[in-house]
């Protein structure tokens, strides 16, 4: 027992306190962004300010707001738009948001655990089984994706398409059911990587090497190139910060 100062135990009950966590400095932008959008009564559609912008009003570097908008765009708040800007998709409050926030952070490391299980025994099956039409909507997928990142973009459709055509690839129905369970959360995860300054043309380069792995019939070459590539998709700034 502890002791207070007189030399008596202190016997007051110290069960269900918990530190308090400080909130990241992301968290704190996505709130004050959040404040903003309903003190001045925007709608969904609505187009925020630009980066550039925020950051000056809100004394911060343009990385944490696009970060901040990042984090917003995975739970669904705004949807950012190459070209556009980041547009308001959902009003929500802003402890709503902040606790939005957090959830994603904690469930991150389970859904890139579960990516990294089934898409590198995925990738190993599509070395194994794959046919030529296969390969022909991996090789497209990996076109579109490298159109976008080339025009400016990140390549989230490209890089949805390639997981799916590899999926396809390794004609498992009860894999791809997993797959599909877990769509929503694996786009979390996509959004939140290809967010990353340098990370599109990175992923297309890693999505290159798992192709041409499948291509050549090489189930453990293939395995090995997934999970490095899911490896490098677990690299986030909000597991970083």
Do not use: C
Request: glycine share 8%; hydrophobic share 40%.
């Amino acid at each position: 027992m502890d002791m207070d100062d007189a030399g008596q135990a202190d016997e007051r009950p110290t069960m269900g306190l918990q530190p308090l966590s400080r909130p990241r400095l992301y968290e704190q932008v996505a709130g004050q962004i959040t404040s903003w959008v309903a003190e001045n009564g925007l709608k969904p559609g609505d187009r925020l300010l630009p980066e550039r912008e925020l950051a000056a009003r809100l004394g911060v570097s343009r990385a944490t707001v696009s970060q901040a908008l990042v984090a917003l765009e995975v739970i669904g708040v705004v949807a950012v738009r190459h070209g556009d800007g980041a547009i308001l998709t959902d009003v929500t409050g802003r402890q709503r948001v902040l606790e939005a926030l957090r959830e994603h952070a904690k469930r991150l490391p389970d859904i890139i655990d579960a990516r990294d299980a089934l898409e590198t025994k995925i990738a190993a099956l599509a070395g194994e089984r794959r046919t030529d039409e296969d390969m022909q909507d991996i090789d497209s997928a990996l076109e579109v994706m490298d159109k976008d990142i080339g025009s400016g973009g990140r390549g989230v459709e490209g890089d949805e398409l390639f997981h799916g055509a590899v999926t396809k690839a390794a004609h498992s129905s009860l894999l791809a059911t997993m797959m599909g369970e877990i769509s929503e959360l694996i786009l979390e995860t996509r959004i939140e990587s290809l967010s990353q300054p340098g990370r599109p043309r990175d992923s297309l380069t890693a999505h290159r090497l798992i192709a041409e792995a499948i291509r050549a019939g090489d189930p453990a070459a293939a395995a090995a190139a997934m999970h490095s590539h899911v490896e490098m998709v677990s690299d986030v700034a909000v597991l970083r910060g």
